[in-house]
């Protein structure tokens, strides 16, 4: 939705009611940017309590592959077994 910056002041409650829909709202403003209205993205834990969706959360976590499993499980080892367990600054 488009609108002028003086319907935006006179009808500014009915914008919010809009923009929290999930709509955006662009307000043209005389000699300058043109402004947007919207809902600000939810965080997990401003989501209401209910019962999960399976798949609700897709895109939201990423499962590492097989062969990224597997270079992290050599890094980790090289890590642990090619490291001294004191170093000089330590005793």
Not at 51 to 79: C, N, Q, S, Y
């Amino acid at each position: 939705m488009k609108v002028t910056a003086q319907y935006a002041e006179e009808h500014i409650a009915h914008l919010f009611a809009i923009a929290g829909t999930g709509e955006e709202v662009e307000i043209a403003v005389p000699n300058g940017p043109s402004l947007k209205l919207m809902a600000a993205p939810t965080t997990v834990s401003e989501r209401p309590k209910a019962f999960r969706i399976l798949g609700a959360g897709r895109g939201e976590v990423r499962v590492p592959t097989d062969e990224e499993w597997h270079e992290h499980k050599k890094e980790m080892a090289r890590l642990m077994n090619d490291a001294p367990l004191i170093t000089s600054g330590e005793i």
